[in-house]
């Protein structure tokens, strides 16, 4: 297996495992945590709106470490 395969290998596993700890540790709670489906369905799409935003969040930093990182260091 090539270095690249390594890479891609780790980079998918490790986003398998935070999504899937997303899902069990605020997800999960968030649903259960209301009764009626509309409610459950709102609890849901802004725990989705969050983990979109926080992805959101991390691109933008980690572009800007790229960008300055000849600068920095």
Known sequence: ?????????????????????????????????????LERVAAAFLSLYVLAAMAGIGVVLGALLVIEWPRLF
């Open 1 to 37: 297996m090539t270095s690249q395969g390594i890479t891609y290998l780790v980079g998918g596993s490790l986003g398998v495992l935070g999504l899937a700890a997303f899902c069990a540790l605020i997800l999960v709670p968030a649903v259960t945590a209301y009764r009626r489906p």
